[in-house]
Each structure stands twice: as structure tokens, then as C-alpha cells.
């Protein structure tokens, strides 16, 4: 907490924003504003309410010392940029940028929030690093009502998902995080900016595509569906490579690369992984100002899986996706707060896998035990029965309160509807 204090300029908000980041590293089940107060002592959840929604702090600045720090824990030259999307699964519509659109959280439509993120990955560990909330453009862009109601800033507009990404890859360029490449899925690789972007900046990128794009080949004579140039390739032509260690051992998969273009200082390829017991089929363009062997593009493109991790470490580690915040600046807060929560986990992690005196009899600390040694050790907080017992008659007043207002509500429905 000392990385951020300085964004804090009262003494207050700086004391709870500790004790809610120590909250979200608890192990309270559900991180809300109501259980992280009770775990903090407090007599009720109004000063962590007030630390998300009115208290006078920058997330934007503590978003950028966050990634500072983890770049002085884990920043690598050859480090890679990962780019994703992740969905917050809301009822109601109040919930700013909410809607009904396709989640992968869910893997169907929904009504949810969409996020998109960005993470470092390098040799020494992985976190996100920063992050932007997706705003539809018909149904939130569009409505000046809603925008104002949610609390989104008069220079907010609509951006699609690889121009906010685009957006965080310039923002990590600018303050000098180190790294090689950049990786993303067919949202991202479909876009042609963003292509553009990472070219003109020198930067690499392995971004997966559609099987229905085309590419040239034969010196750009020939434009060809990228999944019929698939069947063309013989099978002595496919490499046995690992793409990274998964769950249940490392992810081998079989690799074809295909050169479909080649100029001064740049290097253009599409890079084909084929699941060995299914045959199933990924396509990725890739570019580089230099060339690189097969394995650092199959490196690259497995690093996309790292992400998918750290969005289910942060749900069910850090309560990322605990909030109970409607407004813009609620959602920034907590997120921003969540991350640097996973940062936490993360540096004591890597600081961990370098002690020399590893016992090679077990695994490395996960940040799932690295949490669990902490509540241990560090963050017990014993609290008297009487404390409990205040915050169980408070939680069933509040409820007895709001339930009778929704009661009342809904007889003065019932009441208009019959007098029209």
C-alpha cells in the first residue's frame, strides 16, 4: 500500500483502501462493500462505499503504479502483451455498460458487463496490468441519459473492443514496459489498426484469426483461404511443439508455419496449430522486424492461455468480480483495487520461485496458497461475538428495509397500471 498512498490525500480513504485490499486478499467469501467492512471492523459499510464511489482518488494513477511495480518485479525485453475480454454477469440494467451480449464467462448471451484487459507475461511471472470497460455504442453510447446517470466522463466515446486494447498497448509503450509481443484472439487479430499500430511501433505480434481469412502466398500472387491451405500442407511438414505447461502437463500440439511475406526489416508468416486428437484448427498472423525461429511464435500464441488464468485467479482469489457498484467510477475503483490485490500474489509468487533452497519434491507456491499461507500468518483478524452480531441484525434490518421498499413499489405499479 505504500507503492499507491501518495494518490490518497486524506488519511481516511488511504487507511480503508488498505484495509479493503487486505479484504479482497481474505478469505471472505464474497468481497462486497458490506463483508469487507465487517471483516475491517468498521460499524457499518459506508466508508467502503464512499472508497468507490466519492472519495478523492485517482484509479487511473494507481492503475499505472501498479504496473510500474510489477514491471520492476517481472519486466523481461522478451515479455508479451496479452489482450482479452472477460464478462461481469449482471441483473438489471443500470449497471453501466450493461447489456445483453455474448460472455465467455458464460459462453452464451447474457445481460453482463464486458471488460477488456491487458496482461504481462514473462518468464518471472504473469498480472494484469491494466484495464478498460467496454461501452456499447447503441444502447449506452448512444444515450446521453444513461452516460450521465452512470457517471461516464463528457470525453468518454465508443471504442470497439481492439480499439481499447489498441488504446492499452500505446498507454504500456509510452511508459516504457518492456516487452517483445503482443498476442490476442480473432477479436483482436481481425482488426486491421491494430495490426497497423504494432508495426509502426516495431513491435511483434501472433493474433489468432478467422479459418475464413485469406492470405498471399507465391510472392502475393496467390490469395487463398487460410483453412484450404491447412489441407495443402504435408503431414512431415507439422512440428510437435509445446505451447507452455497446462494444468495436466504441457500443452503439445501440432505447428506449421507458412511465409506469406518477406521486405526490408519485417517478417510476415501464418501459423497453424492443429490439436493432435481432435484435429481442430487455430490460424494466427504474425509479424516480426525480425526473423525468429518456429517455437518463439508457438511460445508467443500459448501465452494467450495466461490470461484466461488470471481472469479466474482474480474471480475466485480477489473477488474482481465481487463489486455491488453500478457507476463508472465504482467499476474502475474496484477493479483497480482487485488488481492490485493479484499484483500482491503475484510478486510474492515470483519472489518465492526464486529462493534457492527450492525442495524439488514439490511444486511451487501457487498464488492460491501464497493467499491461503497469508490469511494464515498475516491477515487473521479475530473480531468479538459482539461485532458479528451488530453487523447480523444490520445486514437483516437493511434487507427488511429494501424489501418492504420493493413491496411498495410494486403496489404503486400494480396501482398506476389500474387507474390508466
Known sequence: MTRVAGRFVRAEPRRTAGQFVEGLLSGVERKTCWSLAERAGHADPQAMQRLLRTAVWDADAVRDDVRDWLVEQLGQPDAVLVVDETG???????????QRQYTGTAGRVENSQVGVFLAYVSPAGRAMIDRRLYLPEISWCDRPDRLIAAGVPDDVRFATKPALARQMIAAALDAGVPFGWVTGDEVYGADPGLRDDLEHRGIGYVLAVGCDRRVAINDGRTLIRVDDLAERIPTREWQ?????????GHRDYLWAWITTATSRGAYRWLLIRRNRSTGELAFYLCWSPRPVPLHTLV???GSRWSIEELFQTGKGQVGLDHYQV??????HRHVTLAMLALAVLTILAAAAAQQPD???QLIALTVAEIRRLLNAFVLAAPLPPGHTLHWSIWRRTSQARARRSHYQRRLDHQASRKIK
Open 240 to 248: 510437435l511443439h509445446s505451447c507452455g505447461p497446462g494444468a495436466k
Open 299 to 301: 511460445t508467443v500464441a
Open 326 to 331: 453500478r457507476g463508472w467510477t465504482g467499476w
Open 88 to 98: 461481469f454477469l449482471k441483473k438489471g440494467v443500470c449497471s453501466v455498460g450493461v
Open 358 to 360: 527450492h525442495d524439488p
